[in-house]
């Protein structure tokens, strides 16, 4: 008797134990067919990634708020006189243009000269090795303003929101100008930290340079940068 | 059946039942732990759904944030108008140009996403460290006539970089990963055209990358403002030539 009643125990054990099992399994699968108990980690990183950019962009969009409660409240003030207010509106005119390129632009920062090489063709090398193309100057423009550019021009023309690069035979068009070798960027920003980031080892430009191509920079206190012809 | 056969029949039972509580375990641990720059593997729906929910308390805050400031721009502009007509008509005219405001129009859509293997295998994502074809992508919009650009609700301006930054790209100044939804507003079958030619970069992204790319032409297409830095540290204004 005390022998059947301890299997007795033992078997109703493991029959909850493995129906508790056999509930997490099905559980587990239900889920999977309705909803997806799983999804792959790389997209909830993305999700993770998103959140983090908007606790960033609710922060510039905090700043933006303050500055125009501040704007809003010096036309409200009594203090503020119809002159001052007409003043404010034509600051806000000319920083809506500065920010749209508009404006011609002065200040310190780098010049860079970009020219094909001039060098003998390697074995085997082609000519279209040593020539600078159109990702080249798209390439470099990014990295100028990864490194805190202000206003750019490459040969005199103003890079915008509206810029596009491309190729064009032996010349470059750059916003539909063409524009040929050597290529000029002139660069208002931080002289030191662009310079540094545009010679930075492993840089774009060391890369062009061990490609043969001509690639020179130099610390300018005092540039002038054309406005962009503006409306289209 | 010996009593001995039973005893090896009652340890085999209980190496099975620890071996499933093991497996359990194992995957316990396995979706847990996935935090950190290499994402393999799985999670849970829970944690799925948390940072899901997470993505849209943040989303409805910014929105918030977002009518704020155009109700408060819409204020300052009266306050601009009463003071100089010509100047505030101005102003409104050039933020539009550098990308200042928010714009809607027609267009198209293009989704650009890492090889399904990378999202079920694990590896490192082919379009972030590859970012020069989103440069690319940019520069062809631009030549089609693209009147505005984001990508991933990122506007692309004069001051936009795309950048790596570890296993992420940064679009200004903010990490974003993939798949990238780049929306350009303008005419939507000069930009299909334009970006679908055979050798073009869809094309190379396609065949040479192996990325899933689609385009599609949208009728209605919202693409927010530039929230980013606009004032000088360095450049000063000179107005004219």
């Known amino acids: ?232 | 059946m010996s009593d001995r056969n039973k005893k090896v029949a009652g340890y085999a039972l209980v190496c099975v039942l620890t071996m499933i509580i093991g497996f359990f375990i194992a995957m316990q641990i396995k979706t847990t732990a996935v935090t950190g720059d290499y994402a393999g593997g799985m999670v849970s729906l829970a944690q799925a759904q948390a940072s899901i929910s997470e993505v849209a308390n943040l989303r409805a805050e910014k929105d918030e944030l977002n009518d704020e400031l155009s109700k408060l721009e819409a204020q300052l502009k009266e306050y601009e108008k009463n003071s100089s007509e010509a100047a505030a008509a101005d102003a409104e005219k050039y933020r539009m140009l550098a990308g200042l405001t928010d714009v809607a129009g027609k267009g198209v859509v293009i989704t650009v996403d890492d090889p399904e293997a990378i999202y079920t295998q694990g590896g490192d994502s082919i379009i972030t460290y590859n970012y020069e074809l989103l440069l690319a992508l940019v520069n062809k919009l631009r030549e089609a006539g693209a009147e505005a650009i984001s990508i991933n609700d990122r506007r692309i301006t004069a001051y936009s970089e795309i950048s790596l930054a570890g296993s992420n790209i940064n679009i200004n100044g903010s990490a974003t990963a993939p798949p990238y939804e780049v929306k350009a507003i303008g005419d939507p079958q000069t930009l299909e055209s334009t970006l679908g030619i055979r050798y073009g970069v869809l094309y190379s992204m396609k065949n040479d990358y192996g990325l899933s790319v689609q385009i599609a032409q949208k009728s209605e297409i919202n693409i927010p403002r530039y929230t980013g830095r606009t004032s000088f540290k360095y450049a000063a204004p000179t107005e004219g030539e």
């Not at chain 1, 660069?187 to 310079?195: E, F, M, P, Q, R």
């Open chain 1, 1 to 232: 008797m005390r022998r059947v009643e301890k299997r007795t125990i033992g078997a109703v054990l493991i029959f909850v134990f493995c129906f508790a099992i056999g509930v997490g399994i099905a559980s587990h699968n239900g889920i999977g067919i309705s909803d997806r108990a799983y999804v792959s980690a790389k997209s909830i990183e993305g999700n993770l990634v998103e959140a983090e950019a908007m606790k960033e962009e609710i922060e510039r969009l905090n700043a933006l708020i303050d500055d125009r409660r501040t704007k809003i409240a010096y036309y409200q003030s009594e203090k503020t006189t119809r002159a001052e207010q007409n003043a404010a509106a034509q600051d806000s005119r000319l920083e809506a243009m500065a920010a749209a390129g508009c404006t011609a632009m002065e200040g310190p920062g780098i010049t860079i000269v970009l020219d094909d090489g001039a060098g003998a063709l390697k074995e085997w090398e082609t000519p279209g090795d040593i020539v600078v193309h159109d990702l080249d100057i798209l390439i470099l423009l990014n990295d100028l303003i990864s490194a805190g550019a202000e206003a750019i021009s490459i040969n005199g023309i103003r890079y915008t929101a509206d810029t596009e690069v491309t190729c064009a035979g032996h010349t470059v068009k750059i916003s539909g100008v063409k524009c040929a070798r050597p290529f000029v960027f002139k660069v208002i920003g931080d002289a030191d930290s662009l310079y540094s980031e545009m010679t930075i080892q492993g840089g774009y430009g060391n890369i062009l340079k061990e490609c043969g191509l001509v690639f020179e920079v130099e610390k300018d206190d005092a540039l002038h940068i054309n406005a962009s012809d503006g409306m289209e």
